[in-house]
């Protein structure tokens, strides 16, 4: 099958965009409607320039045989997926953690013998969110409290991870974060700040795909997941599986979040969506 257009730029066959778009699916759960043709053809054709391929159809056969092909995989869902994240994102939800959530967490925590307080960011792209989410708790004194923080970042990207490592920020991706955690926690190079020891030590990262029951399997005994903003790249089946996975690794009364354009109606029961200081947020029962 020839594919190439007149001005020889690869063209892609929607026999080829199906085949592509499966394996897609199979690896981390994005789907890709018959509309988003056009916009899988324009992001992939980056990799065939730097894969020196002509076709989609050599770059179908090099991520189904290739040695490397796990590897170019994750340049795919980089080229597909935004990680776009900041600190201190969406407010609102911030604050039903922090003044609805926490709080009645630590009540439990108090009749209890466990006295981590565990946090899932999951899909945590560069590490914005974790490090929020522990710069909030750290703030609120836990530790005094004898409860200590437990906050586990993760997602499917290996380039998002290493950034979550270094931890070292553009001002811009701080431009909601309060002066007081500024000056508290991130030690300020100049143009960009990075993270303090007090908070990264409180925060483990972990390569881990949502849709895959082994690797989310590692998580147990979650008080609170925030799983925003990924959910938007699955259909049904997938944000199915996933919720279904988050709710396995929470504990029984545990919390979880999701984008705030994101909401599991229609995919689980297994929720009680409650309404905490304008947010819905949804509790295991
Ligand atoms: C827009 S970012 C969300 C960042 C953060 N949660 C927030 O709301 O600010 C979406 C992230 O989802 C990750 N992702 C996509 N598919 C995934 C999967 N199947 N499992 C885990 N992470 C995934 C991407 O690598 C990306 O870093």
Same mark, same amino acid.
């Given at each position: 099958?020839?594919?190439?257009? !007149? ?12 085949? !592509?778009? %499966? ?7 994005? /789907? ?6 056009? =916009? $899988?053809?324009? *992001?992939? @054709? ?6 020196? $391929? ?23 869902? +980089? ?8 600190? /201190? *994102? %969406? ?5 039903? /953690? ?18 981590? /307080? ?19 708790? =750290? ?34 991706? !701080? ?20 993270? +303090? ?11 881990? +795909? =949502? ?5 989310? *399997? ?10 925003? +903003?990924? =959910? ?15 709710? %396995? ?6 919390? $979880? ?23 819905? @947020?949804?509790?295991?029962?």
């Amino acid at each position: 099958m020839l594919t190439l257009g !007149l001005n020889s730029k690869p063209k892609l066959s929607y026999e080829t965009f199906c085949l !592509l778009r %499966d394996i897609i699916y199979a690896k981390c759960g994005i /789907f890709f409607a018959d509309t988003k043709k056009y =916009l $899988l053809e324009t *992001r992939l @054709v980056r990799r065939l320039e730097e894969k020196n $391929l002509k076709t989609f159809e050599d770059y179908y056969y090099f991520l189904t045989y290739d040695s490397s092909r796990d590897k170019e995989m994750f340049h795919v869902i +980089n080229c597909i997926v935004t990680n776009e994240t900041s600190f /201190f *994102r %969406d407010h609102v939800q911030l604050d039903a /953690f922090r003044k609805g959530v926490v709080p009645k967490i630590l009540e439990e925590k108090a009749k209890s013998i466990g006295k981590t /307080f565990k946090v899932w960011s999951a899909a945590s792209s560069t590490g914005e969110e974790p490090y929020t989410l522990a710069m909030m708790l =750290l703030e609120d004194g836990l530790q005094a409290k004898g409860i200590s923080i437990d906050i586990v970042g993760s997602d499917i990207s290996d380039n998002v991870l290493r950034a979550c490592e270094a931890a070292t920020y553009e001002k811009y991706s !701080l431009r909601n974060t309060p002066e007081q955690y500024l000056r508290k926690y991130f030690i300020n190079n100049g143009d960009t700040y990075t993270i +303090n020891k007090k908070v990264k030590e409180v925060v483990k990262y972990r390569k881990i +795909n =949502l849709v895959d029951s082994l690797e989310t *399997r590692q998580i147990k005994g979650v008080d609170v997941v925030f799983c925003r +903003n990924v =959910l938007i790249y699955f259909d049904d089946a997938s944000k199915k599986k996933a919720v279904t996975h988050l709710y %396995d690794s929470l504990n029984k009364g545990g919390y $979880l979040f999701v984008g705030f354009s994101e909401t599991l109606h229609n995919i689980t029961r297994l929720f009680r969506p409650v309404s905490i200081e304008k947010s819905v @947020v949804y509790q295991k029962v």
